[in-house]
């Protein structure tokens, strides 16, 4: 099997984990960096034998790459990708997969017409409490799902955007807390609950300079007739973050939320009900009974289930063809290594990426219709109209409409 000449586009944050990532997979060959700093990528090129470019263009005119990372500010995502995809590379896509939609189903679209590979840097989704969560809902052990109360919260000052300029505006962003930093929980609520098809919600600036939102708070209503209350800040210093599903059989809870950024070691709590809702609420006689609850807790020690998670993740991909070596050591799971690995076995050995760019549309989605709830004041169903949403970015971006600010 020949390997997969791989490029890694934008070398600096995240980007320095795609390269790590390629380096780490046996089935890489890491051929060429590219970034604007040209001292930067020079250095590092050289330090790792390998080609360096200043612009992505110059890459693809040399046709030296099979895939290719693009690890870039988020209004990039769209363009690079699309010339890459039209060129016939397979794109490894940080988050968020895209600003808009409408860029999201152009680029689907020419991966299918190409036949070529689409993953999404959502490694959320590979954390032990995600996995746990995931399995709880799809085994029926809380029976189909009522409702979802999530909130994350941390905190970030105005050096934060003071340092990176591009992510004070829609232009360059896409947005603010909801785009930037929780583009991950909105897509790990799809993952776990399901379709969303309508939503209410409001944005708002209570403490930053920048254009942007620091808060959302949103109503979601998910094909399986589930509710959903979400709300998301980055005013809100670092703790204290709750996360609830319940459904018609029990209960799941993580009273305090630790994996807010990287894999961390959880409490998940898990309650059923002695009889499904659905019974108890005839069966029970008195006017305020309740259903008894039975707890049982999933505390998750490193050491216990990092090898079973890893070789759960791998098995649900299906398409491996050769095995994966996962060094025990009392770490998480390196969740962006096996999104990394299972992007290049999908490209090797066909089937699909942990993380696809057809899984990945299902938040930018949602992500567009929040926005478009919240700045048009009114409820959005979904599938989302992209051009009603398109025009509204537009305004956005040309100051035409603005993020409330509720500051003094």
Same mark, same amino acid.
Request: with cysteine.
């Given at each position: 099997?020949?390997?997969?000449?791989?490029?890694?586009?934008?070398?600096?944050?995240?980007?320095?984990?795609?390269?790590?990532?390629?380096?780490?997979?046996?089935?890489?060959?890491?051929?060429?960096?590219?970034?604007?700093?040209?001292?930067?990528?020079?250095?590092?090129?050289?330090?790792?034998?390998?080609?360096?470019?200043?612009?992505?263009?110059?890459?693809?005119?040399? !046709?030296?790459?099979?895939?290719?990372?693009?690890?870039?500010?988020?209004?990039?995502?769209?363009?690079?990708?699309?010339?890459?995809?039209?060129?016939?590379?397979?794109?490894?896509?940080?988050?968020?997969?895209?600003?808009?939609?409408?860029?999201?189903?152009?680029?689907?679209?020419?991966?299918?017409?190409?036949?070529?590979?689409?993953?999404?840097?959502?490694?959320?989704?590979?954390?032990?409490?995600?996995?746990?969560?995931?399995?709880?809902?799809?085994?029926?052990?809380?029976?189909?799902?009522?409702?979802?109360?999530?909130?994350?919260?941390?905190?970030?000052?105005?050096?934060?955007?003071?340092?990176?300029?591009?992510?004070?505006?829609?232009?360059?962003?896409?947005?603010?807390?909801?785009?930037?930093?929780?583009?991950?929980?909105?897509?790990?609520?799809?993952?776990?609950?399901?379709?969303?098809?309508?939503? =209410?919600?409001?944005?708002?600036?209570?403490?930053?300079?920048?254009?942007?939102?620091?808060?959302?708070?949103?109503?979601?209503?998910?094909? =399986?007739?589930?509710?959903? =209350?979400?709300?998301?800040?980055?005013?809100h210093p670092r703790g204290y973050s709750i996360r609830?599903?319940?459904?018609?059989?029990?209960?799941?809870?993580?009273?305090?939320?630790?994996?807010?950024?990287?894999?961390?070691?959880?409490?998940?709590?898990?309650?059923?009900?002695?009889?499904?809702?659905?019974?108890?609420?005839?069966?029970?006689?008195?006017?305020?009974?309740?259903?008894?609850?039975?707890?049982?807790?999933? !505390?998750?020690?490193?050491?216990?289930?990092?090898?079973?998670?890893?070789?759960?993740?791998?098995?649900?991909?299906?398409?491996?063809?050769?095995?994966?070596?996962?060094?025990?050591?009392?770490?998480?799971?390196?969740?962006?290594?096996?999104?990394?690995?299972?992007?290049?076995?999908?490209?090797?050995?066909?089937?699909?990426?942990?993380?696809?760019?057809?899984?990945?549309?299902?938040?930018?989605?949602?992500?567009?219709?929040?926005?478009?709830?919240?700045?048009?004041?009114?409820?959005?169903?979904?599938?989302?109209?992209?051009?009603?949403?398109?025009?509204?970015?537009?305004?956005?971006?040309?100051?035409?409409?603005?993020?409330?600010?509720?500051?003094?």
């Open positions: 099997m020949e390997k997969v000449r791989y490029g890694v586009i934008g070398i600096k944050g995240i980007g320095r984990a795609h390269i790590q990532a390629a380096q780490a997979n046996e089935q890489i060959d890491l051929v060429a960096l590219v970034d604007v700093d040209e001292t930067e990528v020079v250095q590092v090129a050289g330090e790792l034998g390998i080609g360096a470019f200043t612009g992505y263009r110059h890459l693809l005119d040399a !046709g030296i790459v099979d895939a290719v990372s693009i690890a870039v500010p988020h209004h990039l995502h769209y363009p690079i990708g699309l010339d890459f995809l039209k060129a016939g590379v397979h794109v490894f896509m940080e988050k968020p997969f895209a600003i808009r939609v409408s860029e999201a189903d152009a680029m689907l679209a020419v991966a299918q017409k190409n036949n070529l590979k689409i993953a999404v840097g959502h490694q959320y989704r590979t954390h032990r409490s995600s996995q746990i969560v995931k399995r709880l809902i799809d085994s029926g052990t809380i029976g189909a799902t009522l409702r979802v109360l999530w909130m994350w919260g941390e905190f970030r000052p105005e050096s934060y955007y003071h340092r990176d300029i591009w992510r004070r505006t829609f232009q360059y962003a896409g947005g603010g807390v909801l785009m930037n930093q929780t583009s991950h929980d909105v897509d790990l609520i799809c993952w776990l609950m399901g379709k969303p098809v309508q939503v =209410s919600a409001m944005v708002g600036n209570h403490l930053h300079e920048a254009e942007i939102e620091d808060i959302v708070c949103a109503n979601v209503l998910f094909e =399986s007739g589930a509710m959903g =209350s979400l709300q998301f800040t980055i005013t609830q599903i319940q459904g018609d059989k029990g209960i799941i809870v993580m009273p305090e939320v630790e994996s807010l950024t990287y894999d961390q070691d959880e409490e998940i709590l898990v309650g059923t009900y002695e009889g499904p809702l659905t019974e108890m609420v005839t069966e029970l006689k008195g006017i305020v009974d309740q259903p008894a609850i039975s707890w049982r807790s999933y !505390g998750l020690k490193q050491d216990q289930v990092q090898e079973k998670i890893a070789a759960r993740i791998l098995r649900r991909l299906g398409a491996v063809k050769r095995p994966h070596k996962w060094q025990s050591n009392a770490k998480p799971v390196n969740g962006f290594a096996v999104i990394m690995n299972s992007f290049i076995d999908a490209i090797s050995f066909g089937g699909e990426p942990l993380v696809t760019g057809k899984s990945a549309r299902s938040a930018i989605e949602l992500i567009n219709a929040m926005y478009l709830s919240a700045m048009r004041k009114k409820t959005v169903d979904l599938p989302l109209n992209s051009h009603e949403y398109d025009a509204l970015y537009e305004e956005l971006v040309k100051g035409k409409l603005q993020v409330p600010r509720f500051r003094s």
